[in-house]
């Protein structure tokens, strides 16, 4: 069963900490997304990758980074967490002409 | 700049109905559109990709419609389920981006 795979359900961190959020995709897929969800504010795009270290600014990217050193695995890297990061991340993952599978969400709490 | 609109935001309905969920997108150039399910607290669920080709696809009791020229697609649920309670998200791949627009969901709640 293909999946996308992210490090934690939960995740409690203190304002200023360095955050490390992970995803792995088993299906070769080339792209990869990181979102956060909010209420009442929806789906905004962080951050995508379309091949191996390469990266482009979604719509909100402010206060992240991310990394992608191997296909498979896409990480989010929150600099210094501040307590309007608090909120549920989704990655993504897609190949050509299909669509995104997404994983289970981590839902952070920086307090 | 694409964006897409779900309406109603949320919907009541009692069990056993047949019910419809709209999506409309402002542009037409789209590589494809895809309708999603999300549980409270939950990733999201793919339900039906549709390509840009295509007019609808079929999943068991689900049904996508697609109409490029008018910027709508519709989600039909026959026979609706307690379990089919749900969020229900649209999201729209342009063409010449890796990137999806998503719509803002509607809330579906099937009362038994």
């Known amino acids: 069963d293909v999946k996308v795979t992210q490090s934690s359900r939960y995740l409690v961190k203190r304002t200023g900490e360095k955050v490390f959020l992970e995803c792995v995709q088993d299906m070769d897929h080339e792209n990869m997304f990181w979102y956060r969800q909010d209420p009442g504010l929806g789906l905004r795009l962080i951050y995508f990758?379309?091949?191996?270290?390469?990266?482009e600014k979604g719509d909100i990217p402010e206060g992240y980074s991310v990394s992608r050193e191997k296909k498979e695995r896409f990480s989010l890297i929150l600099e210094s967490a501040s307590t309007n990061q608090t909120s549920m991340y989704l990655c993504?993952?897609?190949?050509?002409?299909?669509?995104?599978?997404f994983g289970p969400g981590t839902r952070l709490t920086v307090t | 700049k694409q964006e897409v609109t779900q309406i109603p935001a949320a919907l009541s309905v009692p069990e056993g109905e047949n019910l419809v969920l709209n999506c409309s997108f402002t542009?037409?150039?789209?590589?494809?559109l895809q309708w999603f399910r999300q549980d409270p607290g939950k990733g999201l669920t793919s339900l039906l990709l549709?390509?840009?080709?295509?007019r609808e696809q079929t999943s068991g009791r689900l049904n996508a419609s697609l109409d490029k020229s008018s910027g709508r697609s519709t989600l039909y649920i026959a026979a609706s389920q307690p379990g089919d309670s749900a969020t229900y998200l649209c999201?729209?791949?342009?063409?010449?981006?890796?990137?999806?627009?998503f719509g803002t969901g509607t809330r579906l709640k099937v009362l038994a």
């Open positions: 990758s379309y091949d191996v270290k390469m990266k």
């Open positions: 999201a729209v791949r342009d063409g010449g981006t890796y990137k999806y627009i």
């Open positions: 549709i390509q840009s080709s295509q």
């Open positions: 542009d037409s150039a789209i590589y494809n």
């Open positions: 993504a993952s897609s190949g050509d002409g299909g669509g995104e599978r």
